[in-house]
């Protein structure tokens, strides 16, 4: 097994596992959403805002995991804003 960093080449592999984790949620896949992700994943992992982590074994991948940051207004326990969602 093999675990790395997703890059901007890996946005193609990424799209099927999000939407498995979606039906596996219990989400209905009722609506084709592969040019949303390609763009969401090439987007955020270009300006770093998605950190994404690959498991792979044998060449494929068989796991991930991600952390999303995203801005909200500073605080004064949060001075700039940042925060995260895994």
């Known amino acids: 097994m ?3 960093q997703a ?3 890996d946005v193609k592999n990424l799209v099927e596992p999000r939407k498995i984790q979606l039906i596996e949620e219990g989400l209905i896949p009722d609506t084709k959403i592969d ?3 390609t763009e969401y994943f090439s987007k955020h992992l270009q300006d770093k805002s998605l ?3 690959l498991i792979e074994d044998n060449h494929n991948i068989i ?3 991600a952390i999303q940051f995203y801005e909200f207004p500073p605080s004064f326990r949060n001075t700039n804003g940042l925060r995260g969602y895994i």
């Open 63 to 65: 796991a991930t995991g």
């Open 35 to 37: 040019d949303e992700l």
């Open 2 to 4: 093999k675990y790395r």
């Open 7 to 9: 890059t901007v080449s």
């Open 51 to 53: 950190v994404e982590w």
